[in-house]
């Protein structure tokens, strides 16, 4: 007992320590879950570190290459510093001389006097600087006035802005008015205008106020204007840099007012988004053009639809913006992303366009249709003859507008916005609908009253009964205005409303104009006769659109191949005989077969068919003949299997009879000689087993009237007879009895026998030999 509680206190000591061990071990455990998680913080913070040290790196190579920029720039500056300084000296000695020639004047208009003399020379040689490559180096130091609001210079994260995220490039669109409206207000503007093409571009613009603004920047016009304010494109502007300043200007901003546009919105426009300049302080263009700055701008969500105002193409008189191929891949890249493309037109590209429409439209160009309007007024465009100065970007461009549909998809969208022009011109429409009726699908309704648009659309649909495609939905529907277009032109009836398309009257006018019409006829109007009769007549190809119904209609397939031969090969088989018929019966049919070698050639297809289903027809009723013979045959053999145990039962000359009957009811359903010849030999067969008394049973129902039977089966009969009757005579002579006063038989094979006891038997009721073997059958 004491040994036992011992082990018990020992087992006790056991266990604890088992368990201080295992708090041991999980405690050790979780030391080490927490040294891996460290190591891995490690791992990660290293990971961060080396990150972090090659951000701060090429940070430092950035700053190293700027500050050097910076160095390059502050010398330059120090040199012109030298300059001034030595100008300034001349300057000073030259007021000393003055002064000693001259103590009255003051220092202050000696000063002035040199500043207003090489101003005014300065704008004029501004302006001839393009034309005259020798200009005097004086003239490159005139600065325009900057925009109010415009940063005096850039700093550091202004250039590196210009880097970054083209589509932040932007200006509001009060700033882009301010910079415009600052270039106008400056003298030298003026100037710019009296001289050469008297007005200002874009590329005019660049040369005399964005690169003088931004030289040595680093950064555009947009970045100058908002600084640090850094806001994604809500509104791209589309233009041509040949295109006329003021024009551009106030099509946008009418734009803008029409639109509700706010003027914060942040606008991205090409020539103050981009450093011009291409020196050192700034990307070049290649750089940035290597950032496809219009395809960042494009895809900015700010700009997509629902969020900003998408891409706005600008339309002006001194230059068409889609002949330049920036433009075009613009466009291109607007259709393919969510971006709304919208226009605007400046006062004079829609006086332009309007008086070459209205000339075109006028009856000196009687002759001209609805596509010269189109090319005359410059509202139909070809990309893809649009060009760039350098080849290396045209060859992208072509390249990528090809790869997302080609031209044509573009060609349509600039053409759609381009006919705004003349669209809500209610006189002018008018005018070109009564001339060119699809000139509809340009027409703006938005504004007009109903009487108008009422009168515009059947104006239309009387020239043209396919411009009720055009026609607004609600008037698709009105009889008056279907009825007039598909008189003109029947096929405009699958433009018209449902219930247009059910209304028999309407769809018999416009299958008597074009049979094919019934192809879009619907409901009870497609069911009726006169309709179907109405478009066969018109054009026989009309048949194959009538429902299955009206196609087995003897009229309308008389009527459908006299209109064209060529339907012989739609009409069902069984009238296509009558169909033939009509044909060869018809002089005007006749004649175009004579003048077409395809509806002969059917036609003579159409023949041989015809013999191929008559052979085919009569073999089917010799197949169906032959095979209802074989029914009865077989039925007449079925009976005689049934009748065979009747016929065994019954006495000798009353089976022979059956026998004779049965095989008289088969060959009565059969012309077959095979058959005939097996019945004659089942005759012989049988005439054969019996004994000699029953033989004369045979030569009884030979000679029996009441008995019918086949010339067949009696040649048969009497055959074995002859026979018969020589092999006895081969035998023994002939024997003449005494004559019987009452022969036992009213023909005999052989003498006369002597007298018999009469037959104690009942006498054999006569029968009426005549019955089928069915008959025969229900005997007992």
Aim: some cysteine; glycine content about 4%.
């Amino acid at each position: 007992q004491r040994r036992q509680k011992e082990l018990e206190k020992k087992n006790e000591q056991l266990t604890e320590e088992q368990q201080q061990l295992s708090r041991q071990v999980d405690s050790l455990r979780h030391l080490l879950q927490e040294k891996d998680r460290h190591v891995q913080q490690l791992e990660s913070a290293k990971a961060t570190a080396a990150a972090a040290a090659a951000t701060m790196e090429a940070e430092v190579q950035k700053y190293a290459e700027l500050m050097d920029r910076e160095s390059a720039k502050l010398s330059q500056s120090q040199a012109e510093c030298e300059t001034l300084r030595g100008t300034v000296t001349e300057l000073q000695k030259a007021a000393e001389l003055a002064l000693a020639k001259d103590p009255s004047s003051s220092v202050s208009n000696l000063m002035d006097l040199p500043a207003k003399e090489p101003t005014s020379t300065n704008f004029f040689t501004a302006i001839k600087l393009e034309r005259d490559p020798t200009a005097p180096p004086e003239a490159k130091e005139y600065m325009p006035r900057k925009p109010q609001g415009m940063a005096a210079s850039a700093d550091q994260l202004m250039r590196q802005r210009q880097w970054d995220e083209p589509q932040k490039w932007t200006l509001t669109i009060q700033e882009w008015d301010d910079v415009l409206n600052c270039c106008q207000d400056q003298p030298a503007y003026a100037l710019f205008k009296t001289h050469g093409k008297k007005y200002v571009n874009m590329y005019d613009l660049n040369q005399e106020y964005v690169i003088k603004w931004t030289k040595g920047e680093g950064c555009g016009v947009a970045v100058m204007m908002s600084q640090h304010r850094e806001d994604s494109a809500q509104l791209m502007l589309s233009h041509a840099w040949a295109e006329d300043v003021e024009e551009c200007q106030s099509a946008v901003m009418e734009y803008v007012r029409e639109k509700e546009v706010p003027r914060t919105a942040a606008l991205w426009f090409c020539l103050f988004a981009n450093y011009q300049v291409g020196d050192t302080s700034g990307p070049s263009i290649e750089a940035q053009l290597k950032m496809q700055p219009f395809s960042s701008v494009i895809k900015a969500t700010s700009l997509a639809r629902g969020e900003g105002y998408g891409l706005h193409a600008i339309h002006t008189s001194t230059a068409d913006l889609y002949k330049r191929l920036w433009c075009v891949h613009e466009v291109e890249r607007a259709l393919v992303g969510n971006v709304d493309v919208s226009t605007s037109m400046s006062d004079k590209y829609k006086e332009q366009t309007l008086q070459r429409l209205e000339f075109f439209l006028s009856d000196s160009c009687s002759d001209s249709t609805w596509e010269d309007c189109m090319w005359a007024a410059n509202v139909k465009v070809k990309t893809i003859q649009a060009r760039c100065d350098r080849i290396e970007d045209e060859k992208m461009l072509i390249k990528g507008i090809m790869d997302t549909g080609g031209f044509e998809r573009i060609d349509e969208t600039i053409e759609r916005f381009r006919a705004k022009t003349f669209g809500e011109n209610y006189e002018l429409m008018l005018k070109a609908v009564g001339r060119h009726g699809q000139a509809l699908k340009f027409a703006s309704f938005e504004r007009l009253e109903q009487k108008l648009i009422h009168n515009l659309v059947l104006t239309a649909v009387r020239s043209s009964g396919m411009s009720l495609a055009h026609a607004p939905a609600q008037l698709q529907g009105k009889k008056e205005l279907v009825m007039e277009a598909v008189k003109q032109n029947g096929m405009a009836l699958q433009f018209a409303a449902e219930e247009m398309r059910e209304d028999s009257e309407v769809v018999l006018e416009a299958v008597s104009q074009h049979g094919l019409a019934l192809q879009f006829a619907e409901g009870s109007a497609l069911e009726n006769e006169l309709v179907v009769l109405a478009a066969v007549a018109q054009d026989g190809e009309a048949f194959k659109l009538a429902p299955e119904t009206m196609q087995t209609k003897k009229d309308i397939v008389e009527k459908a191949v006299l209109s064209s031969p060529k339907v012989l090969q739609y009409v069902p088989s069984e009238l296509r005989k009558v169909a033939l018929d009509a044909v060869k019966s018809s002089p005007q049919a006749r004649a175009q077969l004579e003048r077409s070698r395809t509806m002969a050639g059917i036609v003579n297809q159409t023949e041989q068919e015809i013999e191929r289903m008559e052979e085919l027809a009569d073999t089917k009723r010799y197949v169906k003949n032959a095979e209802k013979t074989q029914e009865r045959l077989q039925h007449a053999i079925e009976l005689m299997k049934s009748v065979r145990p009747h016929v065994a039962s019954q006495k000798p000359k009353k089976a022979v009879k059956l026998t004779l009957l049965a095989l008289q009811t088969m060959l009565e359903n059969t012309q077959d000689y095979t058959l005939i010849t097996k019945a004659r030999a089942a005759v012989e067969k049988h005439f054969y087993s019996v004994v000699e008394d029953q033989k004369q049973d045979f030569l009884d129902f030979l000679f029996d009237r009441d008995v019918a039977l086949s010339a067949s089966l009696r040649d048969s009969i009497f055959a074995c007879l002859v026979t018969y009757k020589h092999e006895m005579l081969s035998k023994a002579p002939l024997q003449i009895d005494t004559p019987m006063s009452q022969p036992l038989r009213r023909y005999s094979l052989a003498g006369a026998s002597p007298s018999r006891e009469p037959s104690k038997e009942p006498p054999i009721p006569e029968r009426d030999s005549r019955r089928t073997v069915t008959d025969v059958a229900g005997l007992r």
